[in-house]
């Protein structure tokens, strides 16, 4: 499979994880080297956001231009922010539909997909607070998810409708409004943009 980066071709002659692994090693190395951290792939000229493993998967045998595209971490510092303002804004309508859905005793398939979506942006939040310095001062934040998350495993596990709707409703969306003023007090970021 070949890739594009720093314009060179740079060819990935195995599939396997340990080969696409240290191939990403030497390119995060470079990168590094450069000022520079890892942001997305181009396939076609299309961004692809999705990890390499899965690229791979998909692109294998096909002859597509695959360029890996690096930033300065004050820019991908800035996209994460734009990243989850649009995360959270997303799920508060969806969720204060949910937490009524909840309350009206409702427990279909789609209701325990977006619960499991819900989750998972739960783990993707704490991961970004967590491992960046997204904000300055993070620990309420990371707080409030780990406390959350911790009631929201209890709850699906239980299948309380009641306690999920309670927790969106008390818990979640006013962590998720105290992230987006958080992000936006910190740098001025504009809030719908």
């Known amino acids: 499979m070949q890739f594009i980066f ?4 740079i060819h990935l002659p195995e599939r396997d994880p340990g080969a696409v692994r240290q191939f990403m090693e030497q390119i995060n190395k470079a990168l590094n080297e450069n000022g520079l951290v890892f942001s997305h792939f181009l396939v076609s000229g299309m961004p692809y956001y999705g990890d ?3 690229l791979v998967d998909e692109y294998w045998n096909k002859e597509l231009p695959v360029e890996i595209v690096g ?10 922010k734009r990243e989850i303002l649009g995360y959270v804004a997303r799920a508060a309508g969806i969720l204060q539909e949910l937490s009524q859905t909840l309350y009206s005793g409702e427990s279909s398939p ?12 739960m783990e993707y939040l704490l991961k970004i607070f967590s491992k960046t310095r997204i904000l300055s ?5 990371i707080s409030g998810i780990q406390s ?15 306690l999920l709707a309670d927790l969106i409703t008390y818990e979640i969306l006013p962590l998720f409004q105290q992230i987006k003023e958080r992000l936006t007090a910190e740098e001025g970021t504009d809030v719908n943009g």
């Open 6 to 9: 720093q314009d060179q071709a």
């Open 52 to 54: 390499i493993y899965s």
């Open 71 to 80: 930033i300065t971490e004050e820019e991908w510092l800035s996209e994460a």
């Open 110 to 121: 789609a209701v325990w997909r977006q619960m499991s979506d819900l989750s998972e942006g």
């Open 137 to 141: 001062n993070p620990d309420p934040i």
């Open 148 to 162: 959350v998350s911790g009631q929201l495993v209890q709850a699906l596990e239980a299948r309380d409708l009641v």
